[in-house]
């Protein structure tokens, strides 16, 4: 579809994230296109490549392809700011035309959600109370499992094979999400894991 686009100049294809972001290094695009789910891991490696894209090269816009309304996804790509980011899913996107003025409106700076997200948001933020683990992305409650087996940071890199620095990451996304933002560290990490163990079969 962007290949056909006259107007658009396909630089580069990935098949999985280190490929993305070593081609993003190479040729500096205006816009990452990407599926939510690629190798290695085949969870959020395009939530993933959009964070490091923030810190990194932050000029790069993002439109992540999806099959899943889970809020979650949609609010890690957003949590530090719209601007040049979009959310589609998938079956929703009507033909090249909405994909290719999807990705002007983004590299112009630009947010565009699919409309069936944001009513998922909606709906999810009406029912926050019933969990704050359903906020959590895959990556994330896998690390808020481990932190609920004592593990440190470091071990939990370790365990899951991602930098100590990524744990820190998703580690302050899990506070956040669950408003424990503005607590000390340690009791942070306490009180997550309560919420965790207390979610689970007869806690």
């Known amino acids: 579809m962007i290949d056909a686009d006259v107007e658009l100049e396909l630089v580069g294809v990935a098949s999985n994230l280190p490929e993305l972001l070593t081609l993003v290094v190479e040729h500096e695009p205006d816009v990452v296109v990407t599926d939510i789910r690629m190798p290695p891991t085949g969870t959020d490696e395009g939530i993933q490549a959009a964070a490091w894209l923030r810190e990194h090269q932050p000029k790069v ?6 099959q899943y309304t889970a809020p979650a996804y949609a609010l890690t790509l957003l949590e530090d700011g719209s601007a040049g980011r979009a959310y589609l899913l ?8 909405e994909l290719t003025q999807t990705i002007r409106v983004v590299a112009s700076g630009g947010s565009v959600i699919d409309p069936l997200v944001v009513d998922v948001l909606v709906q999810a933020r009406a029912k926050h109370h019933k ?10 409650s896998e690390i808020l499992a481990e932190m609920a087996q004592g593990k440190s940071n470091g071990a939990i890199a370790k365990s899951l094979n991602v930098s100590e620095r990524a744990v820190e990451k998703h580690s302050n996304a899990i506070f ?10 340690l009791n942070r990490r306490v009180k997550a894991v309560l919420v965790y163990l207390s979610a689970q079969p007869g806690g």
């Open 176 to 185: 956040s999400k669950l408003g424990l933002s503005e607590e000390r560290d």
């Open 90 to 97: 998938k079956e929703r996107v009507a033909g090249a035309n």
């Open 131 to 140: 969990s704050d683990l359903e906020w959590l992305t895959p990556r994330e």
């Open 61 to 66: 816009g993002v439109v992540v392809l999806s």
